[in-house]
């Protein structure tokens, strides 16, 4: 099983992309996560250019989603809201609606912030986006507040906050898991 992860934050020392690497360290057994990093190359989103082939960068980011069984976002909080790349990469991903695939994905969002909150109101926002989609939100989130408080170099040192995220990976896992044995069944019923 394969989670695709997503950051939100561009910066090579995002709170929010080491959250993913700290998600990483828990997942249960058989499933594996893959960073996505190529939030910077996709372009601002034009409808005039929204047409087949898509631009590279946004073509990659929908065979990521939909070749993963679930997706992990992580979001920073910029002005009480997501940061406008990762908006405007679910905006790609969104159209054509009705066979987006974000569609029926199941999706988890937690986050981190400097501040006390710890990216509430932009994971807030972001599940209503990811709503609009059609994406499958699972319940659960970590809100890491004053993040470099939480770190020490890279590794989410704070017990409790691992946690949550393990909690959150697990509930996510679990979301695929009826799926996929709902397909293996009506594969050997075929
Ligand atoms: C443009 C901008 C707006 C921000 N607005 C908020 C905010 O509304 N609430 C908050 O808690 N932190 C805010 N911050 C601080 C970010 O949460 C902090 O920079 C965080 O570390 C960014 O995530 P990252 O470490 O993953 O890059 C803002 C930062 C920037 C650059």
Not at 60 to 78: K, M, Q, S
């Amino acid at each position: 099983m394969k989670v695709l992860a997503v950051s939100g934050s561009l910066r090579s020392e995002s709170y929010n992309t080491k959250l993913l690497r700290a998600a990483a360290e828990l997942l249960p057994d058989g499933v594996e996560l893959e960073l996505w990093q190529g939030l910077k190359a996709v372009p601002p989103y034009d409808e005039e250019d929204d047409v087949e082939p898509a631009p590279a960068p946004v073509a990659a980011l929908r065979a990521a989603i939909a070749g993963a069984d679930a997706v992990l976002f992580a979001t920073p909080e910029y002005n009480s809201s997501v940061p406008g790349q990762l908006k405007n990469a679910i905006d790609w991903v969104s159209r054509p609606l009705a066979r987006n695939p974000l569609r029926n994905k199941p999706v988890a969002v937690v986050g981190a912030s400097t501040g006390a909150f710890g990216a509430v109101w932009a994971q807030a926002e972001l599940r209503k986006i990811l709503g609009a989609t059609g994406a499958r939100i699972v319940d659960g989130e970590v809100a890491v507040g004053h993040a470099p408080t939480r770190f020490e170099g890279d590794r989410l040192v704070d017990e409790g906050l691992r946690e949550q995220l393990a909690e959150v990976v697990a509930t996510l896992v679990a979301e695929v898991a009826p799926v996929k044995s709902g397909d293996v069944a009506s594969t050997v019923a075929a």
